[in-house]
């Protein structure tokens, strides 16, 4: 039995799936299975993923949508192995990833291991540096001081005993993570070990599900405190506004900037190279 369980949900993401797969296949860690689950897609995904033929290969080609929660959730029951990494269909991991994290993970007492990453774009071309920040407290997750969720390695039985909730659209990490920053140890890697892929979902489209979700966090941890509620969804509300506003402009490019440090011309080829060493076309 495999010591890592690697778990990623699909949904319409025929043009990134093979390069996150050939990514994890890259792994300088060899001993791991990888789990899909096809979340009803209805593009050529499954085909694509059918294509790589390994036997660390889990494939599960469901026809009906259940939405990214509940995939999760399959995902983390159906994992028999002692650590559970997350990953999104459309990110590329380091080839180390697997092998630092899981040095960390039996090395240290932290329970819960996360990483800086790369930012790229839907060309898999570089853009920037995307810093991971350690969270410590409540108080951390409600600043969005918080892992970057598809760089999560996590002990298995921690997840299956506190599951993804239902409800918390877009935000189901932060309210993982708010439930148990103060019972489990967090530990940052304090390099890049994924490419990130910033804008293959436009902005405004994730927050406008962000809204709801953001509703009820505010109702289930602060159902008696009117004012933080209304300040939540005000500024949720505000950023829908600001946006929306900038893609009809089409100045996306914005808000993309904001999300990552840039790199000098050498760090930026450097990570490129490797880039293109796991997320080759053919």
């Given at each position: 039995m495999s010591l890592i369980s690697i778990g990623i949900s699909v949904y319409n993401t025929e043009k990134y799936i093979k390069y996150a797969i050939q990514s994890v296949l890259a792994?300088?860690?060899?001993?791991?299975?990888?789990?899909?689950?096809?979340?009803?897609?209805?593009?050529?995904?499954?085909?694509?993923?059918?294509?790589?033929?390994?036997?660390?290969?889990?494939?599960?080609?469901?026809?009906?949508n259940k939405g990214l929660i509940f995939r999760l959730n399959q995902l983390v029951k159906l994992s028999k192995s002692e650590f559970f990494i997350r990953m999104d269909a459309d990110d590329i991991m380091f080839p180390t990833r697997l092998e630092k994290q899981w040095e960390v993970l039996i090395n240290t007492n932290a329970d819960i291991i996360h990483s800086d990453a790369i930012s790229?774009?839907?060309?898999?071309?570089?853009?920037?540096?995307?810093?991971?920040?350690?969270?410590?407290?409540?108080?951390?997750?409600?600043?969005?001081?918080?892992?970057?969720?598809?760089s999560v390695a996590i002990k298995r039985d921690i997840l299956f005993n506190n599951l993804y909730q239902q409800g918390f659209f877009q935000m189901e990490d932060m309210e993982l993570w708010y439930r148990l920053v103060e019972n489990y140890e967090f530990?940052?890697?304090?390099?890049?070990?994924?490419?990130?892929?910033e804008?293959?979902?436009?902005?405004?489209?994730?927050?406008?599900?962000?809204?709801?979700g953001l509703a009820n966090f505010g109702q289930k941890y602060f159902s008696n405190d009117f004012i933080f509620r209304s300040k939540i969804i005000v500024a949720s509300c505000?950023?829908?506004?600001?946006?929306?506003?900038?893609?009809?402009f089409n100045k996306e490019s914005i808000l993309l900037e904001k999300r990552y440090i840039k790199l000098s011309s050498s760090d930026c080829k450097k990570y490129q190279e490797i880039l293109n060493k796991v997320s080759f076309n053919g």
């Open positions: 792994q300088t860690h060899t001993d791991f299975e990888l789990i899909i689950i096809n979340d009803g897609s209805t593009d050529n995904t499954a085909k694509e993923i059918k294509k790589f033929q390994d036997k660390r290969i889990v494939f599960i080609d469901d026809k009906e790229i774009n839907n060309q898999n071309e570089v853009l920037g540096y995307k810093k991971s920040v350690s969270v410590r407290n409540k108080k951390d997750v409600l600043k969005g001081c918080i892992p970057i969720h598809p530990v940052n890697i304090n390099e890049p070990l994924l490419y990130y892929r804008d293959s979902t436009k902005t405004s489209v994730k927050h406008k599900k962000m809204r709801k505000f950023k829908y506004y600001i946006y929306t506003v900038l893609e009809f």
